[in-house]
């Protein structure tokens, strides 16, 4: 059924789209110039397209830029920037919460939220429900790792409650809503008065909620921020006076709190209110006089500690382990009382693992060293007390235990190094307490307190004046432990050592045979130990080298480094050849938008972004992948924008089209778009000699793709200028078909995989597939049209279209003219395997892939990117799956989501991947100019 009175607001939307899409080219072009663009410049510029719109696309794209260049973006100075359009502002940053863990080469600083919580997505913006289950909504209080909490009215109790909800089930994998019912469950058998209690579980109308017991107070990241802040300007409160933030009023006599629609709230158990230090704690970490014992000023960090370690050991008894603890995990009401709460990532005894291979849970900053080293044992109780112990290092320091800006410098710190001394940043902590904090933070679990009662009874001990039981390492342990870190110094000073004595003692012959006989046990000892950390070191590379060769490159450089040998280098030249570049070279003087691989993996096409239309002659360029060699141009006297081989690599169909329309205006009928004969005229050329074959001027094309060849390749299906669909044999470039039918503007036409139908997009929004051999509509599909119109319509197989809109994606069958999978997918299609039984869907602007079962529907895996999403493509036999982003190229194990590979090199932002055809290497380029 054809929607013509919509067709003109289609085409609008269309080419807006379009617009935005070339202003973003070319913003990017003046910043790879050093030109400093801004974004106000270019919103002034376009005054009309959709300035929200615009604005988010130009904002999101600067913060990639800047981070590509070191920078650390902050959500507030754009704020700052663009008071009045707060809204995208705001979304930029929802969107870009995800970090997928790999420790190669980031620059990128690492936020305070664990790895789970980074890779939540938070695109659900809907207006607040009015009611849930038997919860009356109040307001929201905050969005967090694993859901939203509302503040609810409880109507059968009539009590307030915290609510937290994980909402659009259509948008949850199953291990999200897995987890959801983990944390709930988790919580819920745990009674403890330390535990935020949950007092019930439910789901209701496609949400899962749970309630818990509000608590008034702060969490112990606030408190810690505030303190520091304090102590670094030496401002302490007199009695009775309360602090004031920057920009905040306060009320004399009044409890100190935060505002209620502060962003610091947005965390997961509906705190509403905030306390501070007091003045004595912050006279004792500022070094100045304090009036009061140090010990009694420490109390209630010692209490904080006793009280989180019981309620801990209760939930360990039960099966629980909670995997993340951390400050902002730990809650302080204002009766002093404290809170353990967010059990999302919760270890349960006897519940399936929620953590797939290759998972690191947690935040790398609390994290013991079991963790990111992929040690599965050994992940138990004692993770949660060394945890704990880098809480209270950081409640007593007011510093962070590991200070790397990377997720590889932490790694690198929590793995192999110790924390600077508590004595040293701040003297005042006694002895006694340090000792049981370094004994919580010991790297090997076997030397920390075995259980958390264990730690929190000598926390009572201290805090009772009494003897405590952790003791310091001895002098042959802190030895032992320095030699470990420095093998070749202390090797170095034994030698010293055993020629001082020789040249002292000289002639005793039994003392000189003594100590070459302890020189030589001593050697064979380091020996021994660098020996068995290399060996630890580089079996545990060859563990993660299929799930992550980054972090398998990582400890095989370590391994190298302690113990150089064949085993290391072994495993050291096996980790690199998993994480190499194979070439790299630049095929022109511009940047390299598309690419397309030859199907015998022996050449390459690069062609131009469509910003370039109009500016000069730009070829498209033919290039040898593994030298790097540039075989031929295709040179129309333009600049051609896309271009791909036929299937017997023989053929190469390319077009010459300007940013989306540019000169156009953007509501402008269909018939008006393309007039001018230059104006995205798809041009065959003969792959073979490099020679033009013939330009379809009656046809008209933005964007080339493989499958607007035949299989056999000897036709080419193009839209056509009078909206109907043009077939030509490639062999003359003479017309073979016509269909008509469309009302509008054909935008996208293709094959099926046999070659006997096609399917057309245009914009009457209407997708329509053709009998080849007659001519003949065989059925029609109403659509709205996707942000990518050559993936509106893509054939399964056959008899089956994956049709994706604005509204979602569906699955319909053209004998029958209905849909088949039971319910729209919200995401839009990335790509399709090639045997059609795996579709990959994705948000635009999204940074989640769906990767779905097309005959079952299913889900078979969800997969997380680190960035912004530029392309996806299956492996040919479809076990793997390529995700480009800005950032890194990364394959995917389409089974379980898992990593394969990480691969990164460019210097620029990335702007399409390929796999090549034997699937063994990966093809990308980049806005740095590079293949």
Excluded at 128 to 151: C, D, Q, T, W
Excluded at 168 to 190: H, P, T, W
Excluded at 363 to 373: A, D, G, I, K, N
Excluded at 499 to 525: F, K, P, Y
Aim: with cysteine.
């Amino acid at each position: 059924m054809t929607h013509a009175g919509n067709t003109v607001d289609a085409e609008a939307s269309y080419h807006k789209l379009q617009r935005i899409d070339s202003v973003c080219d070319e913003f990017e072009r003046a910043w790879n110039e050093r030109s400093s663009p801004s974004i106000d410049v270019f919103l002034e510029a376009y005054p009309e397209l959709p300035r929200p719109q615009l604005l988010f696309e130009l904002i999101s794209l600067e913060r990639s830029l800047r981070h590509r260049a070191g920078e650390s973006p902050e959500m507030d100075e754009y704020v700052r920037r663009f008071p009045h359009d707060k809204a995208p502002v705001e979304l930029v940053w929802c969107q870009a919460t995800e970090l997928s863990f790999a420790v190669a080469d980031l620059a990128l600083p690492v936020p305070e939220i664990s790895l789970a919580e980074q890779k939540t997505q938070r695109s659900d913006q809907r207006e607040l429900p009015a009611k849930i289950g038997e919860f009356r909504i109040l307001r929201e209080l905050g969005r967090g790792g694993m859901g939203i909490v509302y503040e609810a009215l409880q109507e059968s109790l009539n009590r307030n409650v915290a609510l937290k909800v994980l909402p659009l089930l259509g948008r949850c994998d199953q291990r999200q809503i897995q987890r959801f019912q983990n944390e709930a469950s988790a919580a819920a058998q745990l009674h403890h008065e330390n535990i935020v209690p949950v007092y019930s579980v439910g789901f209701d109308d496609g949400v899962h909620y749970y309630a818990m017991q509000m608590i008034d107070g702060y969490d112990l990241s606030h408190y810690i921020s505030h303190a520091r802040s304090l102590v670094e300007s030496k401002s302490v409160r007199p009695s009775g006076e309360t602090p004031q933030l920057a920009g905040e009023a306060t009320v004399v006599g009044q409890p100190d709190r935060i505002p209620e629609d502060d962003p610091i709230l947005a965390w997961h158990s509906g705190i509403t209110g905030v306390s501070y230090p007091s003045a004595e704690f912050v006279e004792m970490m500022s070094g100045k006089k304090c009036s009061m014992m140090v010990n009694d000023v420490l109390l209630p960090v010692v209490q904080i500690g006793i009280k989180a370690a019981e309620a801990l050991h209760h939930a360990h008894l039960l099966g629980v382990v909670h995997r993340d603890i951390k400050p902002s995990n730990l809650l302080m009401d204002h009766e002093g009382k404290v809170w353990v709460t967010d059990f999302g990532l919760a270890q349960v005894q006897g519940v399936g693992a929620l953590t797939m291979t290759g998972d690191v849970v947690g935040t790398l900053r609390y994290m013991s060293p079991e963790q990111p080293l992929g040690q599965r044992v050994l992940v138990d109780q004692r993770t949660d007390i060394y945890s704990l112990g880098v809480t209270l290092y950081e409640l007593l320091t007011l510093k962070k235990a590991f200070d790397g800006q990377t997720p590889k410098e932490i790694i690198r710190q929590v793995c192999f190094d110790e924390p600077t001394s508590i004595h040293r940043l701040n003297p005042r902590v006694p002895d006694d307490l340090e000792t049981i904090v370094l004994k919580a933070m010991s790297r090997n679990p076997d030397d920390r307190y075995q259980t958390a009662q264990e730690l929190a009874d000598d926390l009572k001990r201290f805090s009772q004046d009494e003897p405590i039981l952790a003791r310091r390492p001895t002098l042959m342990q802190r030895s032992r432990r320095w030699i470990r870190r420095h093998l070749v110094l202390a090797s170095s000073a034994a030698v010293a050592v055993v020629v001082l004595c020789l040249t002292s003692i000289g002639a005793s012959g039994v003392i000189w045979n003594s100590l070459i006989a302890e020189t030589q046990q001593r050697r064979r000892a380091e020996s021994l130990l660098e020996k068995s950390e290399g060996l630890r070191l580089s079996v545990n590379s060859s563990l993660e080298r299929d799930r992550n060769p980054g972090l398998a490159l990582a400890l095989a450089i370590r391994s190298a480094e302690v113990s150089p040998g064949m085993d290391a280098n072994a495993a050291l030249l096996t980790a690199m050849r998993s994480n190499h570049e194979l070439k790299t070279f630049s095929p022109g003087t511009e940047i390299a938008d598309q690419v397309s691989i030859s199907p015998d993996g022996q050449r390459v096409v690069t062609t131009v972004s469509r910003a370039y239309f109009g500016g000069g002659n730009y070829p498209a360029i033919e290039s040898d992948p593994m030298t790097g060699q540039t075989l031929r141009t295709y040179d129309d006297g333009t600049a051609i924008t896309s271009a791909a081989y036929s299937p017997d690599g023989k053929l190469l169909l390319a077009t010459s089209s300007p940013s989306r329309n540019l000169a156009g205006n953007d509501a402008a009928p269909a018939s008006s778009v393309h007039t001018n004969a230059t104006d995205a005229v798809p041009t065959v050329w003969n792959a073979t000699t490099g020679a033009k074959i013939i330009s379809l001027n009656d046809a008209s094309l933005d964007v080339v793709v493989g499958t607007m060849f035949s299989p056999d390749s000897q036709r080419v299906a193009l839209p056509g200028r009078d909206n109907s669909i043009r077939v030509y044999k490639t062999a003359d470039g003479q017309l073979d078909k016509r269909m008509i039918g469309h009302t509008a503007q054909v935008i996208a036409v293709t094959f099926s995989p046999d070659g006997k139908r096609l399917v057309s997009t245009a914009l009457d929004q209407t997708v329509r597939v053709w009998d080849l051999e007659s001519s003949a509509e065989l059925e029609q599909f109403p659509v709205e049209i996707a942000p990518r119109p050559e993936q509106t319509a893509v054939f399964a197989d056959p008899d089956r279209l994956v049709i994706s809109t604005n509204e979602g994606t569906k699955i319909v069958s053209v004998s029958s003219g209905k849909q088949v999978n039971p319910q729209h997918w919200p995401e839009s299609v990335s790509a399709v395997s090639r045997d059609g039984r795996q579709v990959a869907l994705h948000l635009p602007f999204g940074t989640h892939v769906a990767i779905r079962d097309t005959l079952s529907f299913r889900l078979n895996a969800g997969i997380d990117a680190d960035d912004s999403i530029v392309s996806v493509e299956f492996s040919s036999d479809g076990r793997r799956i390529l995700v480009t982003t800005v950032s890194h190229a990364t394959v995917y194990s389409c089974e379980d989501g898992g990593i394969v590979a990480q691969l990164q090199g460019h210097t620029g932002s990335l702007r399409a991947g390929r796999f090549t055809p034997n699937d063994e290497n990966l093809i990308t380029t980049a806005a740095d100019r590079t293949v």
